[in-house]
């Protein structure tokens, strides 16, 4: 989350200290027979960059963006955007939520608005598999506060103490007379109710804190069960050994020449198979996007080290605040095949070649000179009903497929039913105007194909010359 514009004052002078008396060392990489690891995260401000994206890693440090580098999820509710993702595994692995801020700044709103107006909900989703998701919800966390004016950063932690979670999030707000950003908690067991919001973590005076991740750590390890790191002005790590217990300072990332004017959103990842940790940072005073400092002991400040830069890569995408799993061998095979690189195309008319296939108001047409040009890119996955089939995934609202109903065309939502399946697959064979081109023949219904009619998308059987020419197209990039 980006910090209050107070904190960029500090930038010039932590920019000294990036350079100064830093060790720089490469992390070890996992066994290549282990799973890898699953960030989700958003790359921006706008209402593109502030929805889910999914990144993947072999060792956690490599990252290859996945879908593309495309959006995987997309947030219809509240301010339909969303930021500073967590995605959150239940202890059996039967569920998982994906939880996030409510906000899209540069598309509605702006900083101010953010800090002082904002929504006191967050935007949550839930699996059972890690790749189906259900539609978003609101859940409001902050309304109960008084004077909340905002819910940011929202994180969830197992508490085996209680069974069940601890969420966790900052709110602007007042107490004791004091206005500013303290961190909240309720406990939750769905993600739908919590219990009364209360005052998790105030900084003295008027310090603002805002990010804040814990990290469970295996015994012999330090002196603590949980260590949290924190965004307060500095990376401050703490220690408790009880999630809603006692906790400890210390002390902060200072000593490497890391401050929170610098960076923020701080994001633990353990690596498979040692006792080794990466706490990624995001650089938004730079907008360089996350880096790693690495250590054996998250607990022990002295412990970490800055990483050289040719060490890690982060992909072909920004990353911003998100959070990083440590996934199964399944959940990894599903993911994968899941949201493969697939290209992004469009689909050109044969008999209109400057128009091309689109979605609008989740109606579909065949339009020239598209805006947003996303409306009319869409992902060519293997079908959803058929092997040696397609479906049509839209680019900018993702799981959302074309899809005949009365032999009409829309953009809609895919329910998982089979006959959603049924009627968002087709055949692409040799265009029936040009086969060199394609045209693409309905999986339920052989007998009909999709046809421009009055530029409206249709589904129809094909008996005319002008049939055979409105049911060709080309698919471009």
Request: net charge negative; with cysteine; proline share 5%.
């Amino acid at each position: 989350m980006s910090a209050l514009r107070t904190r960029l004052s500090a930038i010039l002078l932590a920019a000294c200290l990036l350079f100064t008396g830093q060790v720089l060392t490469t992390p070890e990489r996992a066994a290549a027979a282990d799973p890898g690891y699953l960030m989700v995260h958003f790359t921006g401000d706008g209402s593109t960059g502030q929805q889910t994206y999914l990144s993947h890693s072999t060792d956690g440090v490599h990252w290859n963006d996945l879908n593309g580098g495309g959006t995987v999820l997309r947030s219809p509710v509240g301010t339909k955007g969303v930021r500073d993702h967590a995605l959150v595994r239940s202890p059996d692995g039967s569920k998982y939520w994906i939880i996030a801020t409510d906000l899209c700044i540069g598309c509605g709103q702006n900083w101010d608005d953010a800090v002082n107006n904002a929504s006191r909900s967050i935007v949550v989703w839930e699996s059972t598999d890690l790749v189906n998701w259900s539609q978003p919800w609101l859940l409001n966390v902050a309304g109960a506060i008084p004077d909340g004016r905002n819910a940011w950063a929202p994180e969830a932690i197992w508490d085996p103490e209680t069974k069940d979670y601890v969420l966790y999030w900052a709110t602007n707000a007042t107490l004791n007379g004091v206005l500013k950003h303290r961190i909240y908690y309720a406990r939750t067991s769905d993600f739908h109710t919590i219990t009364t919001p209360q005052v998790y973590i105030d900084r003295p005076a008027t310090q603002n804190i805002i990010d804040t991740q814990i990290i469970e750590v295996p015994s012999g390890v330090g002196h603590y069960r949980y260590v949290r790191a924190s965004g307060d002005g500095q990376i401050t790590l703490e220690g408790s050994n009880s999630i809603l217990g006692t906790w400890t300072n210390l002390g902060n990332l200072s000593g490497i020449g890391l401050t929170g004017s610098q960076v923020e959103g701080p994001m633990w990842m353990k690596f498979n198979g040692t006792d080794k940790w990466a706490l990624y940072l995001d650089q938004y005073a730079s907008g360089g996007g996350y880096m790693p400092v690495v250590t054996t002991d998250p607990s022990n400040p002295a412990a970490y080290q800055r990483q050289a830069s040719g060490s890690y890569n982060m992909g072909g995408t920004k990353k911003r605040h998100g959070w990083i799993l440590n996934l199964t061998a399944a959940e990894e095979s599903r993911v994968l095949a899941r949201w493969p690189g697939t290209p992004a195309n469009r689909l050109q008319s044969y008999n209109f070649q400057d128009r091309y296939v689109r979605h609008t108001n989740f109606d579909a047409r065949i339009d020239p000179n598209v805006n947003p040009a996303d409306d009319s890119r869409f992902r060519l996955r293997a079908g959803l009903a058929g092997s040696g089939t397609v479906s049509f995934e839209s680019v900018n609202f993702p799981g959302y497929f074309l899809r005949h109903s009365d032999d009409d065309f829309q953009l809609a939502y895919n329910d998982g039913s089979s006959q959603f399946a049924q009627d968002a697959t087709f055949r692409q064979v040799a265009g029936l105007a040009d086969p060199t081109w394609s045209s693409f023949q309905s999986y339920n219904h052989p007998d009909r194909y999709i046809r421009h009619y009055a530029f409206e998308l249709k589904l129809d059987p094909i008996t005319t010359s002008t049939g055979r020419s409105d049911a060709t197209f080309r698919v471009t990039s």
